[in-house]
């Protein structure tokens, strides 16, 4: 059975780093593209990042240069780094797995983590 | 980059049709993904590729793209269809974005 779970988020100061991990079972995390998607409270989903099956990795604007997502193929996990940390990046990030047939829909994605940015 | 547009609400009487839409510029050209979101839960996949369905997912949930719009039609709408939906493309011409709708809340009455 494929499962992700997420872990690592809480309150964080303005300008903090937190380290995002998503625990997959029931695949092989880099044998599908995975992403981190986030949703701020009462918004809507917002796309962070993904890393390809290549390793190839990209970013959405509002994140590029401070956020890094990677991967530990011995562990099985996804990571999302994020670095200087805003007010605005407060969400529940989610982690999802990519489908490797058809155009790549999500059709896996964990329980979410909440990240809060707040002094 | 690619924008998505998607009503903010629909509503619809229980055992009707909901149609929600979603705008992008020649959006017929992509394949076009739909998640169903419940308060508090994670996303769910309802249809995928413009008109497939994930197994598991009832055949009231169809698609359609065309042009500047694509569409999820629910048939047969009940209570439990009650959530958010939001449209999903990749945009792969923009820097291998993943682009999501602004998401269209759907009650039923």
Redesign the interface.
């Known amino acids: 059975e494929v499962q992700l779970v997420e872990s690592g988020g809480g309150l964080i100061q303005p300008g903090g780093s937190l380290r995002l991990s998503c625990a997959a079972s029931g695949f092989t995390v880099s044998s599908n593209y995975m992403s981190w998607v986030r949703q701020a409270p009462g918004k809507g989903l917002e796309w962070v990042s993904v890393i390809y099956s290549g390793g190839s990795t990209y970013y959405a604007d509002s994140v590029k240069g401070r956020f890094t997502i990677s991967r530990d193929n011995s562990k099985n996990t996804l990571y999302l780094q994020m670095n200087s940390l805003r007010a605005e990046d407060t969400a529940v990030y989610y982690c999802a797995r990519a489908m490797v047939r058809g155009k790549w829909p999500f059709d896996y994605w964990g329980q979410g983590t909440l990240v809060t940015v707040s002094s | 980059?690619y924008v998505l547009t998607q009503p903010p609400s629909v509503s619809v009487a229980p055992g009707q049709t909901a149609r929600i839409t979603c705008g992008g510029n020649n959006i017929g050209s992509?394949?076009v993904?739909w998640?169903q979101?419940k308060p508090g839960q994670?996303?769910?996949?309802v249809v995928?590729?413009d008109s497939?369905r994930?197994s598991g997912i009832p055949e009231r949930f169809s698609g359609s793209n065309s042009g500047n719009t694509a569409t999820l039609t629910i048939s047969r709408v009940e209570a439990g269809d009650e959530a958010?939906y939001?449209c999903?493309v990749?945009d792969s011409s923009s820097?291998?974005?993943?682009?999501?709708?602004?998401?269209t809340k759907l009650t039923v009455l």
């Open positions: 980059s992509k394949s993904h998640y979101q994670a996303p769910v996949l995928y590729d497939d994930p958010d939001y999903q990749w820097d291998h974005r993943v682009v999501f709708g602004g998401g």
